[in-house]
């Protein structure tokens, strides 16, 4: 065994270029690795941090999903279905306007 392990650093010192190119990629694979099970894991595989998620309801408004703070006081202080209320407003990245619907009706 320690004849093998001998030989792979005999073959890697005669060849620097492909020893410098497999452990960048084996760092680069297992650094991807890690940041996967990192955001896997904790979007996934950890319990929401609630008593019973189990429990929980998403309501959603339309046409636009918003809210005022003074409707949610009001819906929460007719409410005797639900125990709590709380808000979240998800980040979204606008979509560019077209230059080329602007100019026509401009």
């Not at 650094?31 to 950890?46: C, K, M, R, Y």
């Not at 999903?65 to 819906?75: A, E, F, K």
């Amino acid at each position: 065994m320690f004849s093998l392990f001998r030989y792979a650093l005999r073959q890697l010192r005669e060849s620097p270029g492909f020893a410098a190119t497999a452990m960048l990629t084996l760092a680069l694979g297992i650094g991807a690795s890690t940041a996967i099970f990192a955001v896997l894991d904790a979007v996934l595989l950890e319990p929401l941090p609630f008593a019973q998620p189990e429990r929980l309801v998403a309501v959603a408004f339309q046409p636009d999903n918003v809210v005022s703070i003074p409707t949610m006081q009001d819906y929460q202080s007719r409410s005797t279905t639900f125990a709590s209320f709380a808000a979240y407003r998800q980040w979204y990245e606008p979509r560019p306007q077209r230059r080329e619907k602007a100019l026509r009706h401009g």
